[in-house]
Nanobody, 126 residues
Framework: QIQLVESGGGLVQAGDSLRLSCATS????????MGWFRQAPGKEREFVAAIRRSSIITYYTDSVKGRFAISRDNAANSVYLQMNSLKPEDTAVYYC???????????????????WGQGTQVTVSS
């Protein structure tokens, strides 16, 4: 089993940057695909970004491409989400997730991720 704890959220203004961190424990993350999801009030949890075990291939939802960057440090058992040029519509609780994505599987689906953190609030004011 793996435990995940997010940090780095906060209240910022539009155009600002934040860096979210996901610290893990229990097992090394090197075997897991890692993802970030977010959930705004009254909305379903949605995919934001994911990174393969290899750390070379990443995936992003269209609305954050060019603004957000996911990275991982397997030695530190941590995953990061650098968020630049934040917009009010980025306001949400951000969740870190870990899972095994089979060949042909989707990195975008919540169902691919077995382990989840408790989330960190990101609020972007206009």
């Amino acid at each position: 089993q793996i435990q995940l704890v997010e940090s780095g959220g906060g209240l910022v203004q539009a155009g600002d940057s934040l860096r979210l961190s996901c610290a893990t424990s229990g097992r090394t993350i090197s075997s897991y695909a890692m993802g970030w999801f977010r959930q705004a009030p009254g909305k379903e949890r949605e995919f934001v970004a994911a990174i393969r075990r290899s750390s070379i291939i990443t995936y992003y939802t269209d609305s954050v491409k060019g603004r957000f960057a996911i990275s991982r440090d397997n030695a530190a058992n941590s995953v990061y989400l650098q968020m630049n040029s934040l917009k009010p519509e980025d306001t949400a609780v951000y969740y870190c997730a870990a899972g095994f994505v089979p060949d042909g599987g989707s990195y975008y689906s919540k169902d691919a991720y077995r382990y989840w953190g408790q989330g960190t609030q990101v609020t972007v004011s206009s």
